[in-house]
């Protein structure tokens, strides 16, 4: 089963092409009516990919070594993308969890910075919900 990672922000951003020849992150615009959509108060809701071509590059549990550095670079672009978000003006809002389990109920409801998103130690878990708010 699949981590799937969500992000909503108020204001559109540049979707990321999935590479096939040189996976990385990738960001994709989800149709409105999906479930995960009622997970968010903001209407811009997109599926945020990893280097092994869905969410379970954003896992780092017993990664070590290149695939770790791997999962880390998926996490320095989400964050990218979110500091772009935010820059713009727009609130932003994460939420992750295994595929099927789009419209359940986040079990986890947390603010964090763009930072402390990207930090080593930081890893996302199913079910969690992100309000995610300019570094200070």
Not at 21 to 27: D, I, K, M
Not at 45 to 72: I, N, W
Not at 89 to 96: I, Y
Request: glycine fraction near 8%.
């Amino acid at each position: 089963m699949c981590l799937a990672v969500y992000l909503a922000t108020e204001s559109t951003v540049p979707p990321i092409e999935w590479n096939k020849e040189s996976p990385a992150f990738y960001l994709e615009a989800v149709e409105e009516g999906q479930p995960v959509c009622k997970q968010f108060s903001l209407p811009h809701v997109y599926y945020a990919g990893s280097h092994e071509g869905c969410g379970c590059g954003f896992s780092k549990d017993g990664e070590v070594g290149p695939e770790l550095e791997l999962c880390q670079a998926n996490y320095r672009s989400l964050g990218h993308t979110i500091r772009a978000a935010l820059a713009q003006g727009s609130k932003v809002e994460v939420f992750t969890c295994w595929e099927g389990d789009q419209g359940d109920k986040p079990e986890c409801i947390e603010s964090i910075t763009p930072t402390e998103l990207e930090a080593p130690n930081f890893e996302l878990k199913e079910l969690q919900f992100l309000h995610v708010t300019h570094d200070a």
